[in-house]
């Protein structure tokens, strides 16, 4: 089987399997996403690249920028007059013209755009820092409007050489890329060489046989017109779909490094902010620990400090999530490289160390410190809180010691109160039966009332008692 009526084969499949249900007697019914998650990994294919070529690579911010936009913009490519939005709902999307091709692909926060097209004759290795621009096949006005912001712009160009004579291969690929300093490595090499330099005693085939597949050169540096070069030297032999897979590579490593980056600005603004507010917080914590500031100044002040780090933290926790993520791939890409030295020059892997792992440091301890801020604000809010329950705490014990002693008085006051009313109610009882005995005297009993009422005197003083008792023992009864 040819590797090109298996590329297709293989995305006619994957194509097919995503509206056809499964109608296999042997399996249970297809859970819905399971084509989209199967042929996933086909959704972005390698290019095949034909070498000598050039490719010009653009990535730009979509923040703002919709399908419909870019849709518009690859409309006046030509002959793609014809493209709709639906074309690019799978975030990808490969146009071949005559001659060269373009690719598309939107990611959450970049698009980029791939021109792949045969090398101009006067910018072969031979030349001298050659002119990329008046041999490209798309206008530069075209590149100038693609929508966003353009965070990497590459020109990539890939050449066929013997990699025998090195120290020639050498000096040809520095004259091409202006004779300033480049960061180069050797690819492909397996694992037991790449821990040596090329020409150490460990290539046993000598010098000008190196054990890998190519060569990349760069300089990691920005041109007068805006984009960054890299050149890639393969011998002859080279499949394309090996030259695929090298561009791949290169490009996205260099999309991520920039994309990683980002957080680095974000992480030096928010260096005052932080010292501010740590000193703030050990200010607080120290009042805390005196007693110097009252408890709704302290409240005051740490809410306001708290909401400051959250609405912080809010604002920047993806970009700090995403420029880890974002290294981590730059990482895999360099693995994925497998570089070995040449002699006079640092390796991408160890340029890439060298100069981003210092930045990506940055950013991981501001995301840290930024984390550790917040937890220390609410450590010292659970201080506070603890404090203010044990004042409220003691407030209510004092009220309750208060209201306490307000019903022992009330108790006192009721029992005079009670005493009171009983010789109330025995006196005007008394005064009663001494007005009924003066009628009986008068309607010619013998009874003398003042002896009797007196002689009555206990007995009303003890009944209207006993009358009291029973009241109070049925509204204990009631009540409990």
Known sequence: MCPSWGQNSLMHNASTSDTEPNLSPLLPPDDPQRAALHNEVHARPSARVRLPALIVYVAVLNEGVSREQECAHLN?????????????KDNFLRLRMAGFS?????????????????????????????DLHNGLVVPGEWLAHIPGRTVAAIQLVMVHAPLDDATALMAQAVTWLGGRTVVASLMGSNAASSAEP???????HGYGHPIGHSWVLTQFQLREDGF?????????????????RIAGRLLELETYRLMALRGLPVAKALGPMLVQSEAALAQITAQLENKSATDQQLLDTLVSLAAGVERVTAEHVYR?????????????????????????TQTVGEFMQRRLSPAMATVAATGQRLASLSERVARASDLLRTRVDIATEVQNQQLLEKLTRGQELQLRLQSTVEGLSIAAISYYVISLLLYGGKALKAAGVPINPEMAAGALVPVVLWVVWRTTQRIHAKLHVSHS
């Open 102 to 130: 373009v690719k598309w692909e939107r990611h959450t926060e970049f698009s980029r755009y791939s021109i792949v097209q045969a090398l101009p004759e006067q910018a072969g290795l031979g030349n001298v820092e050659p």
């Open 76 to 88: 006046r490519l030509p002959g793609q007059t014809g493209l709709t939005p639906d074309d690019l």
């Open 320 to 344: 700090f999530s995403a420029t880890q993520a974002y290294y981590a791939l730059v990482n895999q890409r360099i693995r994925e490289l497998r570089e070995r030295a040449i002699p006079g």
């Open 198 to 204: 090329l020409g150490e005693p460990v290539n046993r």
């Open 228 to 244: 960054e070069r890299m050149l890639v030297i393969a011998p002859e032999g080279t499949s394309q779909t090996r030259a695929g």
